[in-house]
C-alpha cells in the first residue's frame, strides 16, 4: 500500500483547540471537495509506503502530537497506518477532517471542519472548527457533538465580523491561523 503524501513536516500547529502545540503534520493529497480558498495544491504529492512515513516522522520528531491532515485525510489514512505510527511511539494521533468520510479506527483526537453544501457523516467530534463567512453556523453545534466549537476567519479577511458573531453566540470561541501571523506552516 502506498499513500499519497503531500508533504510531512514539524511545525506548531496554528489553530484551534491545540494551538501551539508542536506536532508532525502529515499532508495528503487530495480531497473530495473544492473549496475556493483551499490552499493545498493536489496536483504535488509523492508515493509513500508505511515505513517511508514512519522513518520521515520519527526523522523529524518523536514523542509529540501526529496531525493527520490534508486534502481529506480519511480518503487516505487506513489503520494500518495509524498502528504503525503507534507503534513509532505517537500516543496523540489527531485528524484534521471535512466530516464527509468515515473515520479510520485509532484516532485519539477529531477536529471536524464542516463545509457549506455537504453531507456530513461525523456525528461526534472532539472540536468543530467552522471557516465562517457568514453562513448559518448553528447547525454544525447541533448535528455534531462536540467539546469545543470555534469559529475561524477565512483567509485572516473577517475577524471583526467574527468577533461580533462570537460575543453574540458565547458557546463559541475564536480560532485564528497563528501560524500565518507568525510566518510558519
Ligand atoms: S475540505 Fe479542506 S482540503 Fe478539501 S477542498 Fe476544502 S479546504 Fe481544501
Not at 511545525?11 to 502529515?26: N, R
Request: net charge negative; glycine share 6%; hydrophobic share 35%.
Amino acid at each position: 500500500m502506498k499513500y499519497k503524501v503531500n508533504e510531512i513536516f514539524y511545525s506548531l500547529q496554528g489553530e484551534g483547540h491545540h494551538t501551539g502545540t508542536p506536532a508532525v503534520f502529515i499532508r495528503f493529497s487530495g480531497c473530495n471537495l473544492h473549496c475556493e480558498w483551499c490552499d493545498t495544491n493536489f496536483s504535488e504529492y509523492a508515493l509513500m509506503t508505511e515505513a517511508e512515513i514512519v522513518t520521515e516522522c520519527r526523522r523529524l520528531q518523536e514523542n509529540c502530537m501526529l496531525l493527520l491532515t490534508g486534502g481529506e485525510p480519511a480518503l487516505h489514512a487506513d489503520e494500518a497506518l495509524i498502528d504503525a505510527l503507534r507503534e513509532a511511539g505517537y500516543t496523540c494521533i489527531a485528524i484534521e477532517t471535512n466530516g464527509t468520510k468515515p473515520l479510520p479506527k485509532g484516532i485519539d483526537w477529531v477536529t471536524c471542519s464542516p463545509k457549506e453544501g455537504t453531507r456530513v457523516v461525523l456525528q461526534e467530534a472532539d472540536e468543530v472548527k467552522v471557516v465562517y463567512t457568514g453562513q448559518d453556523v448553528e447547525k454544525w453545534r447541533e448535528r455534531i457533538s462536540a467539546k469545543y466549537h470555534y469559529l475561524q476567519p477565512c483567509s485572516q479577511q473577517n475577524t471583526k465580523h467574527i468577533v461580533r458573531y462570537i460575543l453574540n453566540h458565547p458557546w463559541w470561541r475564536l480560532s485564528l491561523q497563528t501560524q500565518k501571523y507568525i510566518g510558519m506552516k
